[in-house]
Every structure is written in C-alpha cells, then in structure tokens.
C-alpha cells in the first residue's frame, strides 16, 4: 500500500541568472512500513525534498500525496492540523520545547490537536525508548542522545502515516548515533511506522530498507 | 475547534510566560504605568464632575430631585405614597430671624425629617437631629457663634424670629451642630415637628404669606432624568395640576432641583475639552503602545524559533495568537491592578492641586467604578492593540524558516555584512560601524524605542512651554488695576448675586492715614435705579440665554413708559482715582470728572481685548435717561390694574411700577471698559458710570461698593502687611485683592501646570527609559552567543562593551535630536494654540528641558548597556558558546 508518492516535484528560488532549481521533478513512492533513506551531498535538494513532503513549504509545481490525501490542496491552517495528525518530524536539532519538560513534549502534538491521549501506547514508546525515569526532566537538561529520544517519542506519539527524520544524528557522536538509529528502526518496526530519513551519512543510510540518491534535485537511483 | 485543546494551550502558555521573567516584569511595569496615567486621568476627570455636582446642590441647598412645595397635611398624605416616588421626606417652614445678630445672613428656622436634613446637607457633626416632644433644636456653627453660643451638645439659646409677620422669641436645648458652609444660601435651624405646631397655636398662625405651616415634600425619583415630567404624571394622577393657581384650585407648585437640569457637568463641557480628553486618551494609548508594542515585538522576534518549533510539530496560527493573548492578559491583570492602586493615590493628589486652581467647585474624590472599569478597560485596550501586529507576525512565522533560523549558526551574519560591504570593504569592522549595524537589525525596534523617549521629552518641553508662556506681566496688567482693592467680604465671594455689602467710611479712613496711598471710592447702586430702553433691545439681550415666551412674560410685568419699558440698571460714582483706571474706548471723561449731567457708558471686552459692540446700546452724544425710584407699587400685567398695598401677592402675578421717582437725563461723554477686577462682578443690566459728586447727588446715595488705591513702592510691603492684618482675617468683616495676592495666584496657576505636566513626563519618561531598557536588555541576552562567538575570535570585553555602550548613545543621542527637530517644527504651531487658550500666554522658544535632560539620557545610555553586559559576562566564553544549544 503506497502511503506516500510524489509527482513531478518542482521547486525554484529566485528568478532569472540567480534561479535555483532545488527540486527539478521529483517522483517517488514509498510503501507502508518502509524505512527509506534519502541520501545526497549539500546542497542536492533532500532538506528541500523532506521540507515539501512535510508540508512545511509549498512546492513551485507537483503534488505530495500522503495517505490517500493531495496536501497542498489544503489552506495553511488545515495544512497544519493534517500535519500533527500525520507527520511525525525528527530534527537534527531535536527542536524540543525548551519550556516544558519530557512528557509534556511527548504528547504535545496529541494534545494540540485536542484528542486525549492513548496512554498504554504512549507508556509503551516511553518504555521501549528508555525514557521512564527522564519524564519530569526539562528538555535542555537531557544530554544530546536523550533528546534525540524525546524526539523520536514525539513523533511516534500521535500515530501519524509517515515519519520523517531530517539528518536525526547529525548532532550526535557515532555511539550514540548508532544507539539511536536502531532505536528508531526498532519502535519503527514495532509500531509498523513508516519512515523518511534523510541523511548524507551513507553508513548510517545502510540501516535503511531502501535508499534514495538525490542530486540536483532529481533522483538518480534507487537500491535496497 | 476542539475544547480540550485549550488546555494545552494554557500549558504551553504559561510554561514560555515563565521562562520570560525579565520581559514579564517590564510588561508588568508598563502596564502599570500606562494604567496610572488612565486612572489619574479618570480620577480627576470624575472628581471634578461630582465636585461640580455638589457645587451646584449647596448652592441650591440640597440635592432632593424636587419639591412639591406648600401641601395641606391631606395633599401631602396623598402623594407621598405615588409608586413613582421612590422617597420622601418633609419640611415645616417656621419662620425667620430678621434682627440683630442675624440682620445679615439668611436663617431659616424650620421642622425637616431625617431625609430632608440628609438631602440639604444638614447632618449633625455632633449631635443628632432633635427629637418630636422635646425643646430641642439643631443648627450650624456659624448660627451659634452669631448667638455667642458654643457649640456644646447641651447648651441653651434664645432666638427672637418673625412667623407669619409676628414676632416670637423661643429658647432651644442644642442637640446637634454642623459645620458652616459659605456656599449654602441659607443658614437652618432644626426644630420638631411638635414644636413648630406649639409655636403655630401660641401665635395662632394663619398662614397669611402662603407658606409659613403648609408642608414641603422633598422627593426622590428613580434616577434624575426627566424630573419635572414625573411630578407633573404624579399631580395628574391625584387630580392636581401646576399650571396655574388661576386654573383652578387644585394647584400645586413644583420645583425641579436645577442642580439636576440646568448646570449639568456633561453640558457645561464644551467642544475643546472634550477634544482636548481625547487627545490625551489617545497621547496615553500612544504612550501606552510605544512599549507595550516594543516588548511583545522584540519577545516574538527572540522567539522565533520557538513558534517556528511549535507550527513544524502542528501548532495552528490560532493557537499562536492564543498563546501570546493569553501571556498578555496574564500580564495585565497585575499591571491594572498596581496601576489603579497607584494611579488612585497620584490622582488624589492632582485632584487637590487642579481643584485648588478652580472657583466654584468643591474638593471631592470620587470613588465611583467608572474610573477604575473605565482605566482597567483602557489599558485592556491598549495592551490588545499593542499585541495585535507582534501575534499576527507569531503565528505567519514559517516553519522552513524557523528552522533555518536554527541552521544557520549565526543568524545575523548576512545582515552584518551589508554596510560594511556595500562601499568600503577594505576598511574592516569598526566598533562603531558594528554598533550602528546592530542597531539596523530590528529596525522597527530601534524607531519605536527611539520615539518612545523622545515623546517623554516632548511632554516635559511642552509642559515648560506652557509654563514659561504664561505671562505675569500680561495676566497683571488685565487683572490688577490697582494696588490694592478692599470692600465687604462678599464683594469677592464668586457665588453671591445680591451683594449688599457697603464699605464704612471710618474703614477708608483708616486706609487713608496709611503713608503714601493714593486711593478712590466708588459707590454703587444697582437697584431702584432704572433706563428706559425699546422692547427690541430687551428682547435681544435676554433672548441671549431665555426663550421667547420667557421674554415676552418679563416686559409683560415691566412698567411701560410711551413705546418705551423701564429696565434696572447698575450705575457706578466714581471718584477720580477709579476714573483714571478705566479704558476709554471713545470719547473723554474728563467731563465726568466735572461734575455735569454726564455718563460713561460700559462696553466690555474679552480677554484678547476685543470689544463686545453689543455690550451696550449707547453710543457716543446719546442721551440716557435714568430714572431714580423712591418708592414702588405692583400691577396686575394681564389687567395693568395697580394692587392696593396690603395685598397678599404670593400666588399672584405682578409687575412693578414706580410710584414715587425722579428722572434725570444724561449726555454720553465716553465709552469706557471696566477692568474686570472693578465691575460689580456679577452681569444683569447696562451699566452707566457717573462721577462721584453727580451720583452722590443725583441718586442720593452713598454706598461704597469697594475703595482702590495705589501706594509708593517702597511701601508695598509695609501696606500689604497692614492689609492683612486689617481685612484678611475670617472674622474681619473686609476682604481685600492686592497685586501681591495676584501675583501669588498666578504663581499657583503656573505651578499647577508645572506640576500636573510634569507628572506625567515623569511618566511617560518611566516608560520610554523602561522601552529603552528592555530593548537594549533583550538584545544582549539575545546575542549572549553572538558575543561569545565575537570574544572567541579575538574581541576584548572592552572593545565590546564599547560596541554596546555606542549602541546604547546612538539611541538617547537621536532621542534628543528627534526632540529637538519636533520642538523647532511643532513650536510655532503650539504657540498658536496655545495663545488661543490662554490670554495671557506669551510664546518663548525654549530648549532648556532638552538640554537638562540630554545629559541623562545619555548616561542612561551608557549605563544600561554597561551593567547588563556584565550581567552577561559573568560566564566563560565556552559556557556561553555551549549554552545556545
């Protein structure tokens, strides 16, 4: 079942001498329960790619299919409430909320969009993530690895369709980063996710079920 | 949208409000202060209003809505229980005392019940009201210091009062007394029911003047509007009518308190003060804006990221604004309420200063809820609209961007660069280039901060303009036309229409044994004295303020001479030395100084010392004709039969006619204006002035209304010190206006200026040094980061605190330029305005306040930046380096 596709993707910055082709007809599909990695040099168009598939901008023409659903077609604000429901996002930075502490974070999006939380299952993630005896900590005061956790958490925490992890280590040591990401292949596959990672890392794109290779901002191959 | 998202909300909301406690605090005080300048404004604003409302009911005496006046004991049992009477209370006329001590004040002896005595201001310092059965009596302090009584509970009196036309003296036990008050007409004194009917049956009163035994009924309306109409729709109801006694016999007189109709507050304000309250509402909302903007501008802006976070995990643009509404309010409820509290007590004081500086309006402080609903609402208003633009920019943050925000290490590097670049890149990053630099970053920042402590310059300027403009010499040469001025106190009093006070002349002559003073009369009488006028001129001049069947019932009651009616008039005698102080607008009155059959008439002017050619009707070589009445006799207008002389007019109309008289026709020599200051200070007829010796002799009296006199320099002092002792006391039965006293009142008017205007740059000066505060607070917190990153790559502390302390003196230093700019641009302008406002304002240039200020805004400057960078370097570079993340 194909839960994400896009077509003929296209983004331009700029006009003129000064244009620049970010994405330049992007089509992809991923299946359920894929782990797929997107991998490319800077500058290639994968953080622009990730940013399309979103929904955090608009693309200059194409479309983004998640779950049955074409998103631009939605209004901004619409936009966003599709997104907290179906779009779990890992940042690099973890862009937790610096005011509010760990479980607070974990459920945020739930609670932004006003649904009561499943508790048994968000216990579950928090056992499986190791998080348990962190809960009441603020999230500044966790070490990077820690918050990268939290992050993974809060995307899992609303049961979107699709996860999408933008460079998830890139802030971290190599330990860690392997901690990390097989703990996010792990939750991935007990929660049977499906997950979008970018990365320019090739080892840590290995991980992955299959691998996108990005340059230009076309794709140039596909291999599992 | 869902319900129980809101919680969240409020979560999140109150976690980031936490995190920011320095922008709390500054908004906290920003609030406050721009509620104290709406509270301020408010209490004095409602102060005033019921300040004035009092004023009007002790004039009146009392503020019942109305009376049904002279009621039967049944009529009064009749109405009394009208469902549209909400209270009642009753009043027994008595009589009055006429004889010494009381020849000169008006006393009333009376029965009032405990409503009425509450309605008339009568309620007992001391004491309580007396009770039915006993000799009891209540009454004021000054009734018992004209009795020689002290006002001990307990003590007897004795008064002999007229009742009906017949004489009686009582004795009373005082069982209650109050303090005098000037501005009640009419001194009471309270005795029982019980007593004034023992004292009608000793006297077996009949009741011959209409009023003496009948009742008052003081009523209480649900609320005072449409007063008359209610009693009009209660005496229909009952059977009665007000029309007339001639209607029939079930007449029964109303009157309407005008305190309630009339002279209302609300009516009284005229066009340019209401425009001129707006104004400030909208300088304190400005005011108000200029930071509370400032602040949630430059939170959102530090916060970008944040908001950038929450819209990337699915935050909506609603749920932003909620947020930050939701901070806002948090905010305001302890800065309302700081700023009610505290603007209560501020304008408590300025009440008293600004009240001080007003005739005819009583010192009262208004506790009513408008002024605390109306400054809290205000304020609320102003922090909404404060917040408006910064929650609209939180919730349009893109995500991508906020995200960007983050990757890109050093976000301002890109600004940084463009005006080094753009001409001379060789030349490097200097400290100063930097500092200006930074400054364009948050350009909206920098402009608002900047404007917000020049506007507390400008006020500050303004109120010293203002103040400075007054011109003592201007306002002096109008309002003193001599040294001195003395005359019977209620000569002075603003309030007294009937002044009868006449100087004795053992009085002047004491004043005259003074060394070196120069001095005149001038004697009076604006009674009994009467010009014959044509009916189109009355009709235009009290068309001015009555309606035209108002007008046309007086000269029905005035006596008719051929086509013309005789009019009062009031006519001066004045000896030479008052002469010579007049303004001769036409003409010479050398000849009245002559002595011959010639007036000046009296022409006014305004204050810009333009003349009124209204004023009077009498032109240069006119001939007026004044007729001297000895005795007069009354006239029925509708039949012109005259009445015989012992007939009871109470309830009837009447005119009157001169019976026993003298004419005497005067040339026009002169057309004078009287300085303000030697009128009879009251306005109700022409006025004519005659030379002393032709009045004296022509009118046959010889009434001093007031003696002025100059005297030598040197004895100023010495003279005024002998005035004081003569005529300024409150048991002296003179009272005198001197240059000095003027000039002491001019100076108190200047300062009230200074003070209120003051007050509040003070303010408006708190809020743009807490504007300029926060920004530059923020701004190195914000860049706590930056600086480590510049110190990491070989900046010394010094040279970055010089970077800070630049920023900090660009922002004062173009404060002041910006002020300067607006006072060179804006004076002329003021000026005009405000010679239009005040007479007596002279335009002056000035630019002191600026340069007094100047300097402290630039230390201000230094010093802010200074201390918070130390608060900030406190911590190691690789602290601070680590700590961003």
Same mark, same amino acid.
């Given at each position: 079942?194909?839960?994400?596709?896009?077509?003929?993707?296209?983004?331009?910055?700029?006009?003129?001498?000064?244009?620049?082709?970010?994405?330049?007809?992007?089509?992809?599909?991923?299946?359920?329960?894929?782990?797929?990695?997107?991998?490319?040099?800077?500058?290639?168009? #994968?953080?622009?790619?990730?940013?399309?598939?979103?929904?955090?901008?608009?693309?200059?023409?194409?479309?983004?299919?998640?779950?049955?659903?074409?998103?631009?077609?939605?209004?901004?604000?619409?936009?966003?409430?599709?997104?907290?429901? #179906?779009?779990?996002?890992?940042?690099?930075?973890?862009?937790?909320?610096?005011?509010?502490?760990?479980?607070?974070?974990?459920?945020?999006?739930?609670?932004?969009?006003?649904?009561?939380?499943?508790?048994?299952?968000?216990?579950?993630?928090?056992?499986?993530?190791?998080?348990?005896?962190?809960?009441?900590?603020?999230?500044?005061?966790?070490?990077?690895?820690?918050?990268?956790?939290?992050?993974?958490?809060?995307?899992?925490?609303?049961?979107?369709?699709?996860?999408?992890?933008?460079?998830?280590?890139?802030?971290?040591?190599?330990?860690?980063?392997?901690?990390?990401?097989?703990?996010?292949?792990?939750?991935?596959?007990?929660?049977?996710?499906?997950?979008?990672?970018?990365?320019?890392?090739?080892?840590?794109?290995?991980?992955?079920?299959?691998?996108?290779?990005?340059?230009?901002?076309?794709?140039?191959?596909?291999?599992? | 949208?869902?319900?129980?998202?809101?919680?969240?909300?409020?979560?999140?909301?109150?976690?980031?409000?936490?995190?920011?406690?320095?922008?709390?605090?500054?908004?906290?005080?920003?609030?406050?202060?721009?509620?104290?300048?709406?509270?301020?404004?408010?209490?004095?604003?409602?102060? =005033?209003?019921?300040?004035?409302?009092?004023?009007?009911?002790?004039?009146?005496?009392?503020?019942?809505?109305?009376?049904?006046?002279?009621?039967?004991?049944?009529?009064?049992?009749?109405?009394?229980?009208?469902?549209?009477?909400?209270?009642?209370?009753?009043?027994?006329?008595?009589?009055?005392?006429?004889?010494?001590?009381?020849?000169?004040?008006?006393?009333?002896?009376?029965?009032?019940?405990a409503n009425v005595a509450k309605w008339m201001f009568l309620e007992p310092k001391e004491g309580r009201l007396p009770r039915e059965g006993t000799n009891e009596a209540a009454t004021d302090e000054k009734v018992l210091s004209l009795l020689g009584v002290e006002p001990v509970i307990?003590?007897?009196?004795?008064?002999?009062?007229?009742?009906?036309?017949?004489?009686?003296?009582?004795?009373?036990?005082?069982?209650?007394?109050?303090?005098?008050?000037?501005?009640?007409?009419?001194?009471?004194?309270?005795?029982?029911?019980?007593?004034?009917?023992?004292?009608? +049956?000793?006297?077996?009163?009949?009741?011959?003047?209409? =009023?003496?035994?009948?009742?008052?009924?003081?009523?209480?309306?649900?609320?005072?509007?449409?007063?008359?109409?209610?009693?009009?729709?209660?005496?229909?109801?009952?059977?009665?009518?007000?029309?007339?006694?001639?209607?029939?016999?079930?007449?029964?007189?109303?009157?309407?308190?005008?305190?309630?109709?009339?002279?209302?507050?609300?009516?009284?304000?005229?066009?340019?003060?209401?425009?001129?309250?707006?104004?400030?509402?909208?300088?304190?909302?400005?005011?108000?804006?200029?930071?509370?903007?400032?602040?949630?501008?430059?939170?959102?802006?530090?916060?970008?990221?944040?908001?950038?976070?929450?819209?990337?995990?699915?935050?909506?643009?609603?749920?932003?604004?909620?947020?930050?509404?939701?901070?806002?309010?948090?905010?305001?409820?302890?800065?309302?309420?700081?700023?009610?509290?505290?603007?209560?007590?501020?304008?408590?004081?300025?009440?008293?200063?600004?009240?001080?500086?007003?005739?005819?309006?009583?010192?009262?402080?208004?506790?009513?809820?408008?002024?605390?609903?109306?400054?809290?609402?205000?304020?609320?208003?102003?922090?909404?609209?404060?917040?408006?633009?910064?929650?609209?920019?939180?919730?349009?943050?893109?995500?991508?961007?906020?995200?960007?925000?983050?990757?890109?290490? =050093?976000?301002?590097?890109?600004?940084?660069?463009?005006?080094?670049?753009?001409?001379?890149?060789?030349?490097?990053?200097?400290?100063?280039?930097?500092?200006?630099?930074?400054?364009?970053?948050?350009?909206?920042?920098?402009?608002?901060?900047?404007?917000?402590?020049?506007?507390?310059?400008?006020?500050?300027?303004?109120?010293?303009?203002?103040?400075?403009?007054?011109?003592?010499?201007?306002?002096?040469?109008?309002?003193?036309?001599?040294?001195?001025?003395?005359?019977?106190?209620?000569?002075?009093l603003p309030t007294t229409y009937n002044k009868v006070g006449v100087l004795p002349e053992e009085a002047i002559a004491q004043i005259e044994a003074l060394d070196g003073v120069k001095g005149g009369r001038t004697y009076q009488k604006n009674f009994a004295a009467e010009e014959l006028?044509?009916?189109?001129?009355?009709?235009?001049?009290?068309?001015?303020?009555?309606?035209?069947?108002?007008?046309?019932?007086?000269?029905?009651?005035?006596?008719?001479?051929?086509?013309?009616?005789?009019?009062?008039?009031?006519?001066?005698?004045?000896?030479?030395?008052?002469?010579?102080?007049?303004?001769?607008?036409?003409?010479?009155?050398?000849?009245?100084?002559?002595?011959?059959?010639?007036?000046?008439?009296?022409?006014?002017?305004?204050?810009?010392?333009?003349?009124?050619?209204?004023?009077?009707?009498?032109?240069?070589?006119? +001939?007026?004709?004044?007729?001297?009445?000895?005795?007069?006799?009354?006239?029925?207008?509708?039949?012109?039969?005259?009445?015989?002389?012992?007939?009871?007019?109470?309830?009837?109309?009447?005119?009157?006619?001169?019976?026993?008289?003298?004419?005497?026709?005067?040339?026009?020599?002169?057309?004078?204006?009287?300085?303000?200051?030697?009128?009879?200070?009251?306005?109700?007829?022409?006025?004519?002035?005659?030379?002393?010796?032709?009045?004296? +002799?022509?009118?046959?009296?010889?009434?001093? =209304?007031?003696?002025?006199?100059?005297?030598?320099?040197?004895?100023?002092?010495?003279?005024?010190?002998?005035? +004081?002792?003569?005529?300024?006391?409150?048991?002296?039965?003179?009272?005198?206006?001197?240059?000095?006293?003027?000039?002491?009142?001019?100076?108190?008017?200047?300062?009230?200026?200074?003070?209120?205007?003051?007050?509040?740059?003070?303010?408006?000066?708190?809020?743009?040094?807490?504007?300029?505060?926060?920004?530059?607070?923020?701004?190195?917190?914000?860049?706590?980061?930056?600086?480590?990153?510049?110190?990491?790559?070989?900046?010394?502390?010094?040279?970055?605190?010089?970077?800070?302390?630049?920023?900090?003196?660009?922002?004062?230093?173009?404060?002041?330029?910006?002020?300067?700019?607006?006072?060179?641009?804006?004076?002329?302008?003021?000026?005009?305005?405000?010679?239009?406002?005040?007479?007596?304002?002279?335009?002056?240039?000035?630019?002191?306040?600026?340069?007094?200020?100047?300097?402290?805004?630039?230390?201000?400057?230094?010093?802010?930046?200074?201390?918070?960078?130390?608060?900030?370097?406190?911590?190691?570079?690789?602290?601070?380096?680590?700590?961003?993340?």
């Amino acid at each position: 079942m194909t839960i994400l596709q896009t077509k003929e993707l296209k983004k331009v910055y700029g006009s003129g001498e000064s244009e620049v082709r970010a994405l330049d007809g992007v089509n992809l599909t991923v299946e359920k329960g894929e782990f797929v990695a997107v991998v490319g040099t800077s500058g290639s168009g #994968k953080s622009t790619l990730l940013h399309m598939l979103g929904g955090l901008d608009r693309p200059t023409s194409g479309s983004v299919t998640v779950d049955g659903k074409e998103i631009f077609t939605l209004k901004d604000e619409e936009l966003t409430i599709f997104r907290r429901r #179906k779009i779990g996002f890992i940042f690099q930075n973890y862009n937790l909320v610096p005011v509010l502490n760990v479980y607070e974070n974990i459920l945020l999006p739930v609670q932004l969009d006003g649904g009561a939380p499943d508790k048994a299952y968000i216990e579950d993630i928090i056992d499986t993530l190791g998080l348990t005896s962190k809960l009441n900590n603020l999230s500044n005061n966790l070490s990077g690895g820690q918050q990268q956790r939290v992050a993974i958490a809060r995307a899992l925490a609303s049961k979107p369709a699709i996860i999408l992890a933008d460079e998830p280590t890139g802030n971290l040591d190599s330990k860690t980063s392997q901690d990390v990401l097989s703990l996010l292949k792990v939750t991935g596959q007990k929660f049977s996710q499906t997950i979008v990672m970018i990365t320019h890392n090739e080892a840590i794109a290995q991980l992955a079920d299959r691998i996108i290779r990005i340059e230009d901002g076309c794709v140039r191959s596909t291999s599992k | 949208m869902n319900v129980s998202n809101r919680k969240c909300i409020r979560r999140l909301s109150i976690a980031s409000f936490k995190a920011a406690k320095i922008r709390n605090i500054i908004t906290v005080a920003a609030i406050a202060l721009t509620t104290i300048l709406f509270t301020v404004l408010f209490t004095v604003g409602m102060s =005033m209003k019921s300040g004035f409302e009092q004023s009007n009911f002790r004039m009146v005496g009392g503020y019942s809505h109305s009376s049904f006046k002279y009621l039967t004991k049944e009529e009064f049992e009749e109405l009394k229980d009208d469902p549209l009477i909400q209270k009642y209370g009753k009043r027994i006329f008595c009589g009055m005392p006429t004889k010494e001590p009381f020849q000169k004040s008006h006393v009333e002896v009376s029965y009032c019940d405990a409503n009425v005595a509450k309605w008339m201001f009568l309620e007992p310092k001391e004491g309580r009201l007396p009770r039915e059965g006993t000799n009891e009596a209540a009454t004021d302090e000054k009734v018992l210091s004209l009795l020689g009584v002290e006002p001990v509970i307990g003590n007897e009196f004795t008064m002999t009062f007229m009742v009906d036309g017949t004489e009686t003296t009582e004795t009373f036990t005082l069982c209650g007394w109050w303090e005098y008050d000037e501005v009640i007409p009419a001194n009471q004194v309270l005795i029982p029911e019980s007593r004034t009917q023992e004292i009608f +049956q000793k006297l077996n009163t009949q009741g011959k003047d209409g =009023m003496t035994g009948t009742l008052n009924m003081d009523v209480m309306f649900k609320n005072a509007s449409h007063i008359a109409d209610n009693m009009i729709t209660v005496l229909e109801r009952h059977g009665y009518q007000t029309e007339g006694r001639d209607q029939g016999d079930n007449y029964i007189q109303i009157g309407v308190n005008w305190g309630y109709t009339s002279a209302q507050f609300e009516n009284s304000l005229d066009i340019t003060t209401v425009l001129a309250l707006i104004a400030v509402v909208l300088l304190i909302i400005f005011t108000g804006y200029l930071i509370i903007y400032n602040i949630f501008q430059i939170s959102v802006s530090n916060d970008v990221r944040f908001y950038g976070l929450l819209k990337t995990i699915g935050t909506t643009g609603r749920q932003i604004k909620r947020i930050i509404s939701l901070q806002a309010f948090l905010l305001s409820v302890p800065g309302i309420l700081l700023g009610l509290l505290l603007g209560y007590g501020a304008g408590v004081i300025m009440t008293g200063i600004v009240v001080a500086q007003l005739d005819g309006i009583v010192l009262t402080y208004s506790v009513s809820p408008v002024i605390f609903v109306g400054a809290a609402l205000f304020s609320l208003v102003t922090v909404w609209l404060s917040c408006r633009k910064p929650r609209r920019m939180a919730a349009k943050i893109s995500p991508v961007e906020a995200v960007r925000y983050t990757e890109s290490s =050093m976000k301002m590097s890109k600004i940084r660069h463009s005006p080094n670049k753009s001409k001379n890149p060789q030349k490097g990053a200097s400290i100063f280039r930097m500092a200006m630099a930074n400054l364009g970053r948050n350009r909206s920042k920098t402009v608002v901060t900047v404007i917000s402590m020049s506007f507390a310059v400008v006020v500050l300027n303004l109120t010293f303009t203002v103040a400075n403009g007054f011109d003592m010499d201007k306002y002096l040469s109008e309002m003193v036309a001599a040294d001195f001025i003395t005359a019977e106190a209620p000569y002075f009093l603003p309030t007294t229409y009937n002044k009868v006070g006449v100087l004795p002349e053992e009085a002047i002559a004491q004043i005259e044994a003074l060394d070196g003073v120069k001095g005149g009369r001038t004697y009076q009488k604006n009674f009994a004295a009467e010009e014959l006028v044509t009916k189109e001129l009355i009709q235009k001049q009290q068309g001015q303020w009555d309606s035209p069947e108002n007008v046309a019932r007086y000269i029905e009651q005035l006596e008719k001479v051929g086509d013309l009616y005789l009019e009062r008039v009031q006519l001066y005698g004045m000896e030479d030395f008052v002469l010579d102080k007049l303004r001769v607008v036409e003409g010479d009155i050398s000849k009245l100084k002559e002595g011959g059959n010639y007036v000046a008439a009296v022409y006014a002017e305004d204050d810009y010392g333009n003349l009124h050619e209204d004023y009077n009707w009498a032109k240069l070589g006119d +001939q007026v004709t004044i007729r001297y009445v000895e005795e007069y006799e009354y006239f029925n207008p509708d039949t012109g039969e005259i009445y015989a002389e012992d007939e009871d007019l109470s309830n009837k109309r009447y005119g009157t006619k001169a019976k026993v008289y003298e004419d005497k026709v005067y040339e026009v020599a002169a057309l004078v204006v009287v300085p303000a200051r030697l009128t009879y200070r009251y306005y109700g007829a022409d006025e004519f002035v005659m030379g002393a010796e032709t009045f004296i +002799q022509d009118s046959g009296t010889s009434e001093v =209304m007031y003696y002025a006199f100059d005297c030598e320099d040197d004895q100023v002092e010495s003279v005024e010190r002998w005035m +004081q002792d003569f005529a300024g006391g409150e048991d002296s039965p003179y009272a005198y206006e001197s240059r000095k006293k003027e000039e002491e009142e001019f100076n108190d008017f200047r300062n009230m200026f200074m003070m209120v205007g003051s007050g509040a740059a003070f303010i408006v000066g708190m809020v743009g040094i807490l504007n300029f505060l926060n920004a530059i607070l923020t701004a190195i917190i914000a860049r706590k980061r930056e600086f480590a990153v510049l110190q990491s790559v070989g900046m010394t502390g010094k040279q970055l605190n010089q970077m800070l302390i630049t920023e900090g003196m660009v922002f004062a230093g173009s404060s002041i330029v910006i002020t300067l700019i607006l006072t060179v641009v804006m004076g002329p302008l003021a000026s005009s305005v405000l010679e239009g406002m005040f007479w007596f304002f002279s335009y002056r240039f000035t630019v002191t306040p600026i340069l007094l200020i100047a300097p402290v805004f630039l230390v201000i400057g230094a010093v802010i930046p200074f201390v918070s960078y130390h608060y900030v370097a406190k911590r190691s570079v690789v602290e601070r380096l680590r700590e961003a993340e």
